[in-house]
């Protein structure tokens, strides 16, 4: 996928931006699993989330491509948006970012806080994806992936900083909604050299990989509904599979009420914010956590932009509820 070399290059870029992001073993998360758990602390970006790195490393290398272009435009549920809108503020680039309607209200409020121009347009993450195309062409834009090499190579750099601190993790559990985050993880394992397994944790809501590994060919599905938006993706992407069907150990699903209830454990075992995609990875761990037992495992907390009321849900022991 990506050489070491190629990895560390993109080191700079990602760090004169942002510090590595902490990663620690939570005695408490011992106590409870009964297995060594490490948490990636990935909500501590200027973003709240992995995506920042993956949107510095694309932009900065289209902007150096590409001096004369007019702008980015791209599409999302809203962490990539942000990745995609602090990084055009650093070089001076306009940036459009398409959201589904009914869209997370507080990740709309904070791209458009980065200085993106945001539209709403169709039911989910896949029919705003295909407006965004539309006005990059429009435009004269250029259409921002929600998955590309620059993005991977990006947010590899946080693999990259979990595997120097912890070489000997047996397993890590990387939340999947496209897939960026975790092929960043895998190719940084492989270039590292290292036998870590990649567990892959999908919503039940949005299960196209696992159809799609069963089938061996992209499979996609009807619908994805869950309040883990940051995993709501209906259409899987071929080259991502690829990287499973080569890559990853083996996938797991999880319910709406185990991300939860991830959510709520992680807030009250290490006061740590986690949204419902980036408690998924704890969720899949808690699931197999007897195949574990005295192990050392991370778990990827990928984003903690969760708005208030379903936080507030969540702390009253509910699952919020998506219509």
């Not at 993109?10 to 948490?39: C, D, H, N």
């Not at 080259?239 to 499973?244: I, K, P, Q, W, Y």
């Not at 195949?291 to 702390?315: E, F, T």
Request: glycine share 10%; hydrophobic share 45%.
């Amino acid at each position: 996928m990506f050489t070491l070399a190629e990895l560390e290059a993109v080191i700079p870029t990602v760090r004169a931006a942002m510090p590595a992001t902490p990663q620690y073993a939570w005695p408490t998360l011992k106590a409870r699993s009964g297995v060594e758990v490490v948490v990636k602390h990935e909500n501590h970006t200027p973003i709240g989330a992995f995506k920042v790195r993956g949107g510095l490393v694309y932009v900065d290398r289209l902007k150096r491509a590409q001096p004369g272009m007019k702008g980015i435009v791209t599409a999302t549920r809203g962490n990539h948006g942000q990745s995609f809108a602090f990084a055009c503020a650093r070089v001076g680039l306009a940036c459009t970012v398409v959201v589904p309607f009914g869209n997370s209200t507080e990740k709309n409020a904070a791209m458009r806080a980065l200085g993106a121009e945001l539209i709403e347009h169709g039911r989910d993450f896949d029919e705003a994806r295909e407006r965004a195309e539309q006005i990059a062409a429009e435009r004269g834009y250029v259409y921002g992936a929600s998955f590309a090499k620059d993005l991977v190579l990006g947010v590899a750099t946080y693999a990259h900083e979990l595997f120097t601190a912890f070489p000997a993790l047996d397993t890590v559990y990387v939340p999947i909604g496209l897939g960026s985050g975790i092929c960043g993880v895998i190719g940084a394992r492989d270039a590292l050299g290292l036998s870590t397994r990649v567990v892959g944790v999908i919503s039940e809501h949005s299960n196209m990989y696992r159809l799609s590994l069963e089938a061996g060919h992209p499979v996609s599905i009807n619908s994805a509904v869950t309040f883990a938006d940051g995993m709501a993706v209906r259409i899987p992407n071929a080259e991502v599979l690829g990287v499973l069907q080569r890559g990853a150990d083996h996938l797991v699903e999880v319910t709406d009420d185990e991300i939860a209830e991830a959510i709520r454990v992680l807030y009250t075992d290490t006061h740590t914010l986690a949204e419902g995609a980036g408690a998924a990875a704890f969720a899949g761990l808690m699931k197999e956590r007897d195949g574990l037992r005295g192990k050392q495992a991370a778990v990827i907390v990928s984003g903690q932009n969760i708005d208030l009321p379903w936080m507030a849900a969540v702390l009253a022991g509910k699952t919020p509820q998506v219509a």
